[in-house]
């Protein structure tokens, strides 16, 4: 990905140059060491324990959980950040789906988790489509300003829409198509069915693959089925597709097949421009059965109040959640998230230390949120950013942690969604002050910086930052223990296995959580607030 700064590295010192602060270096160094792997190692296990229960929203691990975030901030010093209290209600509702489903198209039923996995976002306890036409809607995306559009000229009211996952600019790699090979939104499975929503259409099927998914079907397996989480509507999400949900390649590559299409062809049409046809006679049908649960879940928010500035903030992000228990799973039942994100919610932790470890405040207050159902499709993050405790005017930028680096120090650290902001230039000064440079997103076609909960901020209009690990070893002992312990955790995401592992080796964690203080800290200070690059798609409003 072409990394653009509009700043300098000289103007970024300037911009630091610029700072003034009441706490001498001495005593900023102090509380840039107190980060340390041993305490981030303490956070870790107790927030992934088997006692936490994988920390599902609205669950005993989500008490235990916040629990243990108010006893680690009220130790701290730090303030309730909403008012009297650390916590924002966030009303939510989890639709489990009855697995004893099918889904029957033309004629042959496939079966829940082996070869498809439907649901539906409807609060009710039964939806379903019946004989509902089929038609490939390519990409599923109407994108005025790509100037592309797979939905016109065909009118999908009470049909079924099948689509790729990603965009068309991860299969052609061409960097004038959207943004090449680094998804963009429209990329992602929550668009898809916002989309096909808005059309009218009654199901919504994306095809997995995994490498444009960047995942692989045992994450769809898990992630989608048990109990999914929604808001709680006025209209009962109504106005959502009846069903939605997913196949595997090889059941779409048998249903292009049957509808006397060549998938590989249809891909490939798909991706020279907007692109639908219908799938022959094929129709869908299945009904879905819902439990229904509505329940309160919560956001924690924390706040460190400025010395001079106190309304201004600057916002840590992490989300405390992850997929909680599986009751009806064999052999290990408990999702404990780990990685993902007992290390960014206890590295929230180490950096609310380091800043409670200044002698003086700094001048803009400094607030640590952790949210809920991130894993659910950014719920907690979605519900701050429509109703903020903290005002987008007063927000002056945002740093998201999320699964932390566990594989040793490195040379260089990665920024998901590099160029977008000013927050780069300040990274990388701070970087600079580790011998380490900044590196691009490791993985663009991942959709990286459409994934986590910076994303509330960015639409916003906060400028806001996600970076983490790097790629290249600090020395050839981190390498072998990187390419060992790849190994070891490689497929656990979102899987049982994502458990804490006394070998994992915290230093890059640290020196990341030290640079996330360190541009924290500049950001409080400095003058000026950090700005959108112009190129950006996001802005302050």
Not at 6 to 11: E, F, G, M, N, V
Not at 221 to 250: A, I, L
Not at 488 to 510: K, M, N, T
Request: glycine share 8%.
């Amino acid at each position: 990905m072409k990394t653009k700064f509009t700043l300098s590295l000289l103007s970024a010192a300037v911009l630091v140059g610029c700072m003034t602060t009441h706490n001498t270096p001495e005593q900023q160094q102090i509380a840039y060491n107190s980060i340390n792997a041993e305490q981030l190692a303490s956070h870790i296990k107790v927030l992934a324990s088997d006692e936490f229960g994988g920390r599902a929203p609205s669950s005993e691990g989500e008490k235990l959980t916040l629990e243990y975030l108010s006893k680690q901030f009220q130790a701290l010093g730090y303030q309730p950040g909403n008012g009297d209290s650390f916590l924002q209600e966030v009303p939510l509702v989890s639709l489990e789906a009855d697995p004893n489903m099918v889904l029957s198209i033309g004629g042959k039923d496939y079966q829940y988790k082996k070869d498809m996995v439907m649901g539906s976002s409807r609060i009710s306890e039964q939806q379903s489509i019946a004989n509902s036409e089929l038609v490939f809607v390519g990409y599923g995306v109407n994108a005025p300003e790509y100037n592309w559009n797979d939905y016109e000229g065909i009118d999908v009211t009470g049909k079924t829409v099948v689509m790729l996952v990603n965009d068309p600019g991860f299969a052609t790699k061409d960097p004038a198509l959207f943004t090449g090979d680094a998804m963009t939104y429209y990329g992602r499975w929550t668009y898809k069915f916002e989309e096909a929503s808005r059309q009218g259409a009654a199901g919504a099927i994306i095809i997995h693959e995994t490498a444009p998914a960047s995942y692989p079907w045992s994450v769809v397996e898990n992630s989608w089925s048990g109990e999914q989480f929604g808001f709680q509507k006025e209209n009962n999400n109504m106005d959502r597709v009846t069903v939605e949900g997913w196949v595997t390649t090889d059941v779409a590559s048998e249903l292009f097949q049957r509808a006397g299409l060549d998938f590989e062809t249809a891909k490939a049409q798909a991706a020279k421009g907007a692109y639908h046809v219908d799938m022959g006679d094929l129709t869908a049908s299945v009904s879905v059965k819902n439990t229904i649960k509505k329940s309160i879940s919560y956001n924690f928010i924390a706040t460190l109040p400025g010395s001079e500035k106190p309304d201004e903030h600057v916002i840590y992000s992490a989300h405390w959640d992850h997929l909680g228990t599986d009751k009806n799973r064999t052999g290990d039942q408990i999702y404990n998230g780990a990685h993902d994100n007992a290390t960014g919610t206890g590295g929230m932790i180490e950096v609310a230390e380091a800043f409670a470890l200044l002698p003086t405040a700094p001048k803009r207050s400094v607030t640590f949120l952790a949210v809920t159902a991130e894993e659910q499709g950014l719920l907690g993050s979605k519900f701050y950013a429509a109703d903020p405790v903290i005002a987008a005017d007063k927000t002056v930028a945002n740093i998201n942690m999320d699964s932390l680096n566990i594989l040793g120090k490195v040379k260089d650290i990665s920024v998901v969604g590099i160029g977008k902001s000013e927050l780069d230039d300040l990274l990388t000064q701070a970087a600079k002050e580790q011998n380490r440079t900044v590196s691009g997103d490791p993985k663009p076609s991942s959709g990286g910086y459409y994934r986590s909960d910076h994303f509330a901020f960015a639409n916003m209009g906060v400028p806001a930052m996600y970076a983490g690990g790097g790629t290249i070893a600090f020395d050839e002992q981190t390498e072998s223990y990187r390419k060992k312990m790849s190994l070891v955790v490689r497929g656990c995401y979102h899987q049982p296995c994502d458990r804490y592992r006394d070998e994992w080796d915290l230093s890059g964690a640290v020196q990341d959580l030290q640079l996330f203080y360190k541009v924290g800290l500049t950001i409080t200070e400095q003058e000026n607030w950090p700005k959108w690059y112009d190129n950006s798609e996001f802005q302050r409003k």
